[in-house]
């Protein structure tokens, strides 16, 4: 772009018309839920039984079932800490978390009421976030947000890209590792969803950036499983993700985070 302006010679600096930003994809019915019957599904999962309850240690992943309707909590249980998610329908792990579509059918960042979808041909709802702690975190004066679908997953292919060593211990080693005994191979880990991770892309230059997880301890967010799920998450080792990636991260910054499920004890009220 010239910034001093045509001095009469060679071209003449183009001039682009403007015109108004247009939403892509505005709103598709299927992305807008009835908020009160979801509202009811929760309360019914909260009040049935909790069918599950695991920590993933710091720096390292889980994997765990969930059956259509069900509720999970994911819980910031000691310090802040970014989990990394990845969604597979249960009966055809070849459908699976779909993050790019996701962004443009919703945003960047997921709150209550958005939907994560599954990738082409099947195009459907996988989960639909029905509660979050950090939902008036908003969209701060950087243009950041939380729980983004913007992000890949750290790797250590990248990470050698940047520091030329070998490394062993990103989330896609650790998701890849955890979803070794579903048949599933690195090939089948996918862009994740970024819970509590703080991130957005600078004004000047529109580069992806992080800023430290405004998640404390108690913070949470929860889904409900559209269809029945395989879900990975590992704890990543970034940690709050406030330091770059390949600069060393301290220890303290790594935590681990708390996951439940609860089933209500009535699932009727789900084919409302
Ligand atoms: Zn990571």
Same mark, same amino acid.
């Given at each position: 772009? /010239? ?12 001039v682009?018309p403007k ?5 892509c994809y ?5 992305a ?9 599904l ?21 994997t ?6 069900e509720?999970c909590?994911?819980?910031v249980?000691?310090?802040?800490q ?40 099947y ?12 939902k008036?975190?908003?969209i701060d004066?950087?243009?950041? /947000? ?24 990103s ?6 590792e ?6 599933l /191979? ?9 819970i509590?991770m703080?991130?957005g ?7 992806y ?7 404390r301890k ?49 699932? /009727?009220?789900k084919?409302?």
């Amino acid at each position: 772009m /010239s910034s001093g302006g045509w001095c009469g010679r060679g071209d003449r600096p183009r001039v682009f018309p403007k015109q108004p930003p247009v939403i892509c994809y505005d709103s598709p019915p299927a992305a807008r839920v009835n908020c009160i019957r979801y509202d009811d599904l929760r309360l019914q999962a909260l009040m049935g039984k909790r069918v599950l309850e695991i920590t993933v240690p710091k720096k390292s992943a889980a994997t765990w079932e969930m059956k259509e309707g069900e509720l999970c909590r994911i819980t910031v249980i000691e310090g802040s800490q970014v989990g990394d998610v990845n969604f597979w329908n249960l009966q055809n792990k070849r459908e699976r978390f779909y993050s790019g579509k996701t962004r443009q059918l919703h945003a960047t960042h997921l709150t209550v009421y958005d939907r994560l979808w599954s990738n082409l041909p099947y195009l459907r709802p996988m989960a639909t976030v029905v509660a979050d702690s950090l939902k008036n975190y908003g969209i701060d004066e950087d243009g950041a /947000s939380v729980h983004d679908v913007i992000g890949t997953r750290c790797d250590d292919y990248t990470y050698k890209l940047i520091t030329g060593k070998e490394r062993h211990g990103s989330c896609h080693t650790y998701l890849t590792e955890a979803v070794a005994k579903f048949g599933l /191979s690195e090939q089948d880990v996918h862009d994740v969803w970024n819970i509590f991770m703080c991130t957005g892309f600078t004004k000047d230059t529109h580069q992806y950036f992080t800023k430290a997880s405004p998640a404390r301890k108690g913070d949470y967010i929860e889904f409900i499983a559209d269809m029945d799920l395989l879900v990975a998450m590992s704890t990543c080792p970034q940690g709050d993700v406030s330091t770059p990636v390949g600069k060393p991260v301290p220890d303290k910054n790594c935590h681990p985070l708390g996951v439940e499920v609860f089933r209500a004890i009535d699932q /009727s009220v789900k084919e409302h």
